[in-house]
């Protein structure tokens, strides 16, 4: 397993639209650990292939919570998901304020209005089908991360004032890393 380069904005290879996974191989399950071990050390909640330069539709959600979340010393259970070709066929009418991340645009939060409920198809990294309602963080991370297979970044779901500020917020924090 590696740690890969996560790209981040502004990066012309986060514009690019994802292509579609025809068969799942061992190619695509090494890059799907690949993947989870460097979400993992960023530390983050969800990654795309097209964020580690990998223009496909595939992508890795982990939305680790805590055994006992009254004890900050407590055991993380890790609940991993592969997302490959991920589809939304429904959406809620109901939208909800998420404050959201994101590993291309490290160290920066806006709230993004997104449905709060989502029904979703998509293989595993086995090649098998899935459909589900989904809501929830889960629901909301989904669409987040299916955003990136399409060259989108939450910051494009912004107004320009706010997109133009997070991006003059990240300019100051890489000019003060340099």
């Given amino acids: 397993m590696a740690i890969l380069k996560i790209y981040e904005t502004p990066?012309?290879?986060?514009?690019?639209?994802?292509?579609?996974?025809?068969?799942?191989?061992?190619?695509?399950?090494?890059?799907?650990?690949?993947?989870?071990?460097?979400m993992y050390d960023a530390p983050?909640?969800?990654?795309?292939?097209?964020?580690?330069?990998?223009?496909?539709?595939?992508?890795?959600i982990d939305l680790q919570e805590p055994e006992n979340p009254?004890?900050?010393?407590?055991?993380?259970i890790k609940d991993p998901k592969v997302f490959i070709n991920p589809e939304i066929l429904e959406t809620s009418d109901h939208e909800v304020p998420?404050?959201?991340?994101?590993?291309?645009?490290?160290?920066?939060?806006?709230?993004?209005?997104?449905?709060?409920r989502i029904k979703a198809r998509w293989l595993d990294e086995n090649?098998?089908?899935?459909?589900?309602?989904?809501?929830?963080l889960l629901a909301v991370c989904l669409q987040h991360e299916m955003d990136h297979l399409e060259?989108?970044?939450?910051?494009?779901?912004?107004?320009?004032?706010?997109?133009?500020?997070?991006?003059?917020?990240l300019a100051k924090q890489r000019r003060k890393a340099a």
């Fill in 11 to 38: 990066d012309d290879v986060l514009r690019q639209i994802s292509k579609p996974v025809e068969e799942v191989t061992d190619w695509h399950r090494q890059l799907i650990k690949d993947m989870f071990e460097t």
């Fill in 127 to 136: 090649g098998e089908r899935h459909e589900k309602e989904i809501d929830g």
């Fill in 98 to 116: 998420y404050t959201e991340g994101c590993l291309s645009v490290p160290e920066q939060y806006a709230d993004v209005m997104r449905p709060d």
């Fill in 70 to 76: 009254d004890d900050p010393e407590s055991k993380v």
């Fill in 151 to 169: 060259g989108v970044l939450f910051i494009d779901h912004l107004s320009k004032l706010k997109r133009d500020m997070v991006l003059k917020k």
């Fill in 44 to 60: 983050g909640i969800g990654l795309a292939a097209v964020q580690v330069g990998e223009p496909i539709r595939l992508l890795v």
